[in-house]
């Protein structure tokens, strides 16, 4: 019996011991290792070299652009010299050595360079300039009839910008295209008798608003058969604009269907038996998603898996656009799991925490999370969640970072175009002051004993009396004309050719932020991650068993021992 | 005696059984983390010999851009001084008349540019709504929660294996496209530098 009960002891002992999970022997050398190496890891701080990598790039990008700004101002000036200083010959002087011929032969080279074709730039630029003055009335137009709308009842401010659905709306024979636009199906007057002339002004918002869309076609048109550096930037604008359009519609779709395919699944787990329901929700995402032919059957979860799976996989290779949905929805799912795990949310939210799971438990870390659910009522652990949210929210940031650099490069791209169209404009009317001096002779014309426009210098067009003051089309004197050239010329490269640079350089800076965003993502993972573990050994080693604790133990378990009886056999 | 000694060592072994076992489980998890670590470490070199590399390549752009407009530059004075001294007095007074035209377009522009920047970003803060950052909360729960024992030794030794290994896998990924994005910046700035050198500033052509 004894024997028996002694047996018993150990054994209860010796369970108790082993259910301390931090019980362990001290080790001063140890804990001294780990509290220096957390040490270390903290004054490592990784995540600084990061700021300072963004203060590098900053001051980078500003000294590029000086120093390109600099270069443009040095060929202004040199530009300004060689048309103000006398063309040199030792040959006969044509008009070819005259102020214009030269002033016009430097303009068009550079007009040809920016739209391919320095003959046509006059009328190009007129008609790029009546395109968009077609545009602004359209856009007065369009807005004082959404006013008027605006007057019968406020929601109508909320009708969307005008787009093609809202042109439509000049065909309204009811209030129900309105009312679809506006999300509102309840639309109408107070009193039935203002529906028609609520009609007429939703058609008369259609209709101008098709006006505008159709200027706007118009001038689109114009600008993509432009040729040259303008043509390239049109192009680029464009072709930009219609990715950033194609990630951010295609991002917010797949938002949507993850949504869907993710609360099918869970609906899906929760109707099939046991036997049917998927154990492993994760998805790899390096592969392509198998079939999803049984999709459409809402029982069938393996259909449902696949489906959720290849929305990720979509989602996947939207990249930032992606990875932005992907990180929002899964942060939201964390938060109210952590919710839940908090004890705030009322036990009957639970049900909404199903999704969530399902997520969750499309990664590998979490790939039990909805089976532990499942089976067990038990939601994941805090720790990991709580690691998952840090990971997540650096993910999410980069991909916000990524997207908001998708879109500067669009307007960039526009601040491009806008400042070679800007150049195309001051060089035309640069052109256009001259033209007021008189039709050109041949080029070659000799020059004869008498100082003609063609023949002069810059300096006897301006200062020389007969032909200074003479006035061209327009009454205005030669001079006044001739300074006002050389000043559009002066400002063409001190603003127009400026903001070109800028936005260029600006362009190809987001390609470093780009990569600076990855970097800083990388380190920001690792960093939420590695700061766990070094935290748990400093923890782990700080603790333990002293000798003196062991000495202490050894005490009461022979105490424990006399308590159950079997030190009375030793006796 | 001889049961009281074979009873205590026996209960002393299975303290130490258990003493030991945790010693294993932090060990694997020092080595796992010294791993990571030594991976960050070197992952973090790469990044500064990327950023050195790339800083010291725009800087040799920046210096040859900048020896292009002092030579530019030095062109213009140049000529200046030799239309002054041969009574060009006058296209100098125009020259320096129309740069200032020019500079004075440019800074009208630009403070045009930053009044209607100034006006945006007023505008985006009066209705830009409280951003509360939990970061830190996060941080101090997810030290509490590393204390509790919610969860098992081996239980958190797993989630973190499966962490390291997903975090890994996705650092990779990242790497890489910020290596790609560094390359395609350093080609595009090298183009732009060379294109602005071929238009040559230093010459006037009369």
Known sequence: MHKLLRWIAVGALGSALMGCSSLHLYDSAADATATSAKADYDASKITDSIKLSRAVLDALDAKEIEAFRSVNLAERNTALLSLLSESGTSKQRTVDNGFVARFNKRVDDRLAVLIGNAKGASQTNYDLAAATARINVAAVAEKGARNALVGFDNAFALLPACNVDVGGLKDSKDLTKAAALLKKPDLKPKFETLTPIWIDRIKAVGTECTKLLEAQGALDKQKQELGGQLGIAVRNTKNQSDILAKSKKDSTEAAGRLKVATKALADAQKAAKDAKAVEDLKCDLTKPAASAANADEATDPVAKKNELCKVLAELKGLEDFGIKVVSEERLAQINAILGALSGESPPADKNKLEPGLVLLSTSARFAHAWTQYQQAGKLPALEPLLIDKELTSAQLAYARSGVQLAESRVQYAQAYEDAARLEVSLLTNAKAEIASLGTSPAPGTSCGKELTSFCASVGDLLNDKKLAKAAGNGGESANRRVYRALAYLSESYSVARDRQLEAELRLIDTEYRVALSRSEASLASWNALLSVPVDQLKIYHAGGIKPAEAASLAAQVVQALAAVGIAVRIK | ?206
């Open chain 2, 1 to 206: 005696m001889n049961t009281m000694c074979k009873t205590l060592i026996i209960l002393l072994s299975l303290l130490a059984g258990r003493a030991m076992a945790a010693p294993d489980a932090a060990a694997a998890l020092a080595e796992l983390t010294a791993k990571n670590m030594a991976h960050v470490s070197s992952a973090l070199t790469d990044f500064e010999t990327r950023l050195s590399a790339t800083a010291s390549t725009r800087a040799s752009h920046i210096l040859s851009v900048r020896n292009l407009a002092y030579t530019g530059h030095q062109v213009s004075i140049n000529e200046v001084a030799v239309l002054q001294k041969t009574d060009g007095g006058e296209i100098v007074k125009l020259f320096e008349a129309l740069c200032d035209y020019g500079d004075k377009a440019a800074l009208a522009s630009s403070q045009a540019a930053a009044a209607q920047a100034a006006a945006k970003a007023e505008i985006a803060a009066s209705y830009t709504p409280l951003k509360i950052s939990t970061e830190k909360l996060d941080r101090a729960a997810k030290s509490m929660a590393s204390l509790s024992k919610e969860q098992t030794d081996a239980e958190r030794a797993k989630f973190l294996v499966q962490f390291l290994k997903d975090t890994r896998d996705e650092t990779k990924r990242l790497l890489e496209g910020s290596e790609k994005a560094e390359k395609k910046g350093d080609a595009l700035l090298k183009d732009k530098a060379q294109q602005v050198s071929a238009t040559d500033p230093g010459q006037i052509k009369k």
